[in-house]
DNA sequence: TATTGTTATACTCTATAACTATA
DNA sequence: TATAGTTATAGAGTATAACAATA
């Protein structure tokens, strides 16, 4: 009976993440960013002064081979810039360029536009009760590979 | 405010979907099973007596193109076989072998596996409450490419 | 002409393994 | 020896366009 219940569950949480991504990405096409390069930017945005490259990867849950890609294709668009880090010259500090702060805001708004297609209708109330239970469950059990 | 709700929503129910992908391909890996793969066979086991390619890729809210990629792996491995519809020799119907029949179990009892491991930790009341939610959130604006 | 499914092609995301350069 | 980042490679998922067979 739970069981029936928590496979529905997680048929439908599929359907609206995968519509979700989709109009994402529909809102940051027009930028020339792919919905992991929008999130990485604001990751590298709010750091500040330069983020290791390690550290974006732990920060978007992604390998650090993934975050090389996804710098990778910001660098080429020129949105931000890597300098080895003057600590550890093993490491690159990945900063913004101004093209990539003036993009920031852009791309914050695009990911907003995407949201409140997706969530708009739920009552305000719903909206928290949604976050609070999202929260938790990214709260607990953090490894995937173990039970 | 609202907006800000709605972004961080985005985030955290992303965050979630990730996971529960991730434990689902760890719990179809052992059958050599994809997640697409696992959920065209139980929409196929469910059409009983043969689903046509464009109704299946309608169930699965792909495109037909990647419709036949999913059941090309599945025909490799001998779960289902194609046949020409009799009444539209265009068209082909997909059925389970008696391969497929008996793995069709054990893939429901991984995604109810994965889905408990991820949801689990919730109470009853709350899985209701976040299942009505998310059915309610897939019913209106089926649309991602407009608005 | 329209539809069904396919081949061909491409891009995103993810992951593992091996390598380089530092530490 | 250990770590940071990279190159190399692979597989899953998605998508569009062009094509053949059929309606």
Same mark, same amino acid.
């Given at each position: 009976m739970t069981d029936a219940t928590s496979a529905r569950l997680a048929d439908a949480f599929m359907h609206v993440a995968k519509r979700l991504r989709g109009r994402w990405m529909h809102q940051l096409a027009p930028l020339g960013l792919t919905p992991g390069? =929008? *999130?990485a930017l604001g990751v590298i945005a709010r /750091? =500040?002064?330069g #983020? *290791?490259?390690a550290d974006l990867a732990g920060r978007l849950d992604i390998v650090p081979r993934s975050a090389t890609s996804v710098v990778d294709g910001l660098e080429d668009q020129g949105l931000v810039l890597r300098r080895p880090d003057p600590g550890? %010259? *093993?490491s690159m500090l990945v900063t913004l360029t101004e093209a =990539? %702060?003036?993009l920031v805001? *852009? #791309?914050e708004q /695009?990911? %907003?536009g995407a949201a409140e297609e997706m969530f708009g209708t739920l009552e305000p109330a719903e909206r928290?009760?949604?976050l609070a239970v999202l929260l938790r469950l990214n709260a607990c059990g953090k490894h995937p590979g173990s039970i």
């Open positions: 390069q =929008g *999130r /750091a =500040g002064d #983020i *290791r490259m550890d %010259r *093993r =990539g %702060r003036l805001s *852009r #791309i /695009a990911q %907003r928290d009760q949604l």
